[in-house]
């Protein structure tokens, strides 16, 4: 009888265990995100390293993109904080949201292994990216494990439904994926995308209620339309009301020629409405914990 307690109690403490690893907001294993520019971040969470949206040019590679804001300027405007060599230093796996440009030069250059496991949104992304010698790419859905950690596609939209209405704009700017990592014991993320504020973005939030949420915020506009091609500050705002419980981190700000907001004018808008508690503007560089 004594034994048979014993075991009971161990087995007992055990689900207690796994239980409260598997609660949401229980949170045991420390998630990382480091900010390198535009929508590149490097992201520790589930014990593995994810590279997210890789624009690894130097300063002024490439010429602005025409049709949109300041296209006078050259792509990206500033230089990368650190060495490639020390941004691709532990990296497990890449995910690239979609393959513009200033998420996804690596056709460009070698810094990126070709085998290395990487996630992609769709078939024709896949092929566009295994057709520049990549041999590991990977459909990212609804319920993708990689490791331990499960990835998640969520829906979006980037641009108005105006510029969606003229076909030649709407290849261009294609479509865009967001992606939630969640695991046992780690805070859920959210990195919400190319994307307007738009019902993919409530089901998202409604579904996963994320603990952190990566907002591509810098406002990026096209000449003759009104309106943004991805969030701005309002969504800031937005999100921090709509999710009390959510950090806001705010990226893709001061590196491209079209982003019309500035960290300097979203630390503002911030400072403004009293919402520095829950929003963080990191700069390129910076690593942030939770």
């Not at 993109?65 to 990206?76: H, Q, V, Y």
Request: charged share 20%.
């Amino acid at each position: 009888m004594q034994h048979s307690t014993v075991a009971t109690l161990i087995l007992s403490l055990a689900v207690g265990a796994a239980a409260q690893a598997a609660t949401p907001g229980a949170s045991t294993q420390p998630v990382q995100i480091q900010q390198i520019r535009n929508a590149t971040a490097k992201i520790n969470y589930g014990g593995k390293t994810f590279l997210l949206d890789p624009f690894l040019a130097k300063k002024g590679r490439y010429p602005g993109f025409e049709g949109t804001f300041n296209s006078s300027l050259r792509n990206p405007l500033v230089e990368l904080p650190m060495p490639v060599k020390t941004i691709m230093n532990g990296v497990d796996a890449v995910i690239v949201s979609h393959t513009h440009l200033d998420h996804w030069d690596g056709g460009d250059h070698q810094h990126i292994p070709k085998a290395i496991p990487l996630f992609v949104q769709d078939e024709k992304d896949a092929k566009l990216i295994r057709d520049q010698g990549f041999t590991n790419v990977r459909i990212l859905g609804e319920q993708t494990v990689f490791e331990g950690v499960q990835l998640s596609k969520t829906g979006g939209q980037h641009g108005t439904d105006e510029m969606y209405a003229k076909k030649p704009l709407a290849e261009a700017l294609g479509k865009a994926m967001g992606i939630v990592f969640q695991a046992p014991g780690a805070k859920t993320v959210y990195v919400m995308g190319d994307t307007l504020w738009r019902t993919g973005v409530d089901q998202a939030l409604a579904k996963f209620k994320p603990d952190l949420i990566l907002m591509n915020a810098g406002d990026a506009r096209m000449i003759g339309y009104a309106g943004s091609i991805i969030m701005g500050k309002d969504d800031v705002l937005r999100a921090y009301q709509q999710m009390p419980n959510a950090t806001i981190i705010a990226t893709h700000m001061d590196a491209i020629n079209h982003m019309t907001l500035s960290r300097k004018e979203l630390k503002e808008h911030v400072r403004q409405h009293g919402i520095q508690d829950r929003v963080r503007i990191p700069a390129d560089g910076e690593v942030l914990k939770f």
